[in-house]
């Protein structure tokens, strides 16, 4: 007959030794002793020293994604992406940082800078290239030269995954290197777009390139971050003070560049938001449709009043002096009549930094607007589509007027008020 033993538990001691050697093995990943993180530095300084390829698949990646925004592809776009080089020059930034040594910074950073400019160059002869042959629109190039909040997302993930694979693993980690190049390269190739071009010059330009910093910024902060969870401190002054340096220009960078720190000092107190407009919003003394309730260009403002006496009393309508032997007339009151006239109306959209001209209501985009273009209104022409008010609008893109629909609300009717001439109050006559 067998007896089932029971599995024999490990006992205290072993337990403990496994725990120590799993913690001996993450701690090497960053040597205790000073040769040893002189040794470690120097190995991954070696795999992150730039070479030719970040010149050669910069310069590939960004005639693709030029020649994306000429032909306005998306697909042609992602194949620049997924051309460009593994970035792992930026990760040597970082270590340089936190290593304190300056020449493998300044190597890196140059490295960098010259990548950035062949990307920057080859959107400029895209963008020259696009005023002879002229690009149909700049949809894909003014939709990734804009602030977005996923774009923020991926620069997060893609830098901590790429930080941790760099250090941990000897394979080049291409994925979350094309994660981090879909937000840095895409902006800074628009920017030369758009500068190329010269139509598009105030809608990319400097648009472009101020959101590359910031997307470059924002990652190289979570990649420091990310150095510090691994136990990649710095352990001498200059280490400390380079690090130092480079977050606050960091923080400095990402606040000013978006925005923040006005946000806070409305938040706080210290400053207020700026004003609306006043021609932003006309009451009407009747009801308008709901597509144009701020853009009402047919009848006069309440406030108003236009009187032909001399006070500001009405006068008394005169009574007959002899008796009447059919009702009185009704008396005529003045009236406003004016012809429908266009109104003038500036894009303020709160995303995106612009607004799409469509062919119909939630059809194809035939031009692109960034915020502060002004668009002419079609009166009383409104749709609503998709809990979405449409108004008919034409304006000049690219020396040729250009007519469709845009969404109501990135609107700012900017019309002046029409020099109304009421007409006389007639006599009142009675019959005797």
């Known amino acids: 007959m067998e007896i089932n033993e029971p599995t024999p538990q490990p006992e205290p001691e072993f337990v403990s030794a496994r725990a120590r050697r799993r913690r001996a093995l993450r701690r090497a990943y960053f040597p205790a002793d000073e040769a040893g993180r002189a040794a470690l530095f120097e190995h991954l300084a070696q795999r992150a020293y730039p070479s030719y390829e970040l010149f050669v698949f910069s310069l590939v990646a960004g005639v693709i994604i030029g020649v994306g925004y000429f032909v306005n592809s998306l697909a042609l776009i992602f194949f620049g992406i997924l051309v460009a080089p593994v970035l792992t020059p930026w990760i040597g930034l970082s270590l340089a940082a936190i290593a304190g040594s300056f020449r493998l910074f300044a190597q890196t950073f140059v490295a960098l800078l010259l990548s950035a400019f062949l990307v920057f160059a080859s959107g400029l002869l895209a963008g020259y290239a696009s005023r002879i042959f002229g690009p149909l629109n700049f949809n894909e190039a003014f939709t990734l030269s804009r602030l977005w909040w996923p774009s923020f997302v991926i620069l997060t993930i893609g830098s901590i995954i790429f930080t941790i ?13 094309a994660l981090i190049s879909s937000v840095l390269f895409t902006p800074l190739c628009a920017a030369g777009f758009g500068l190329g071009s010269g139509v598009a010059a105030a809608e990319l330009w400097p648009q472009g390139l101020l959101v590359f910093i910031v997307h470059f910024a924002w990652a190289t902060f979570f990649a420091i971050l ?3 969870f691994l136990r990649f401190y710095p352990t001498t002054v200059r280490g400390a003070s380079l690090t130092g340096f480079v977050i606050v220009t960091i923080l400095v960078t990402t606040i000013f560049l978006t925005g923040f720190d006005q946000w806070i000092k409305i938040q706080t107190g210290l400053s207020t938001p700026l004003p609306a407009p006043l021609t932003q919003r006309i009451s009407t003394t009747a009801p308008a449709p709901s597509a144009l309730a701020t853009n009402s260009a047919t009848k006069p403002p309440a406030p108003t ?11 008394r309508t005169p009574r007959p002096t002899t008796q009447s032997t059919l009702p009185p007339t009704e008396t005529s009151t003045s009236t406003v009549t004016a012809e429908p006239t266009p109104i003038i109306a500036q894009i303020r959209a709160a995303e995106g930094g612009g607004a799409f001209i469509r062919e119909k209501p939630g059809g194809k985009v035939i031009a692109t607007l960034g915020n502060g273009a002004t668009v002419t209104i079609v009166p009383n022409d409104f749709q609503e589509v998709g809990n979405a008010v449409w108004v008919r609008v034409f304006a000049t893109v690219n020396d040729a007027r250009v007519e469709g629909w845009m969404i109501q609300s990135v609107l700012v009717t900017a019309t002046p008020i029409a020099d109304w001439q009421p007409s006389p109050t007639p006599e009142v006559t009675s019959t005797p």
Do not use: M
């Not at 694979?165 to 290197?177: H, K």
């Not at 009043?305 to 006068?315: E, G, L, M, Q, R």
């Open 226 to 228: 990310t150095l510090f």
């Open 305 to 315: 009043v236009f009187v032909d006496a001399p006070t500001a009393s009405p006068s």
């Open 165 to 177: 694979s760099f250090v941990r693993s000897e394979t080049l980690p291409y994925l979350p290197s």
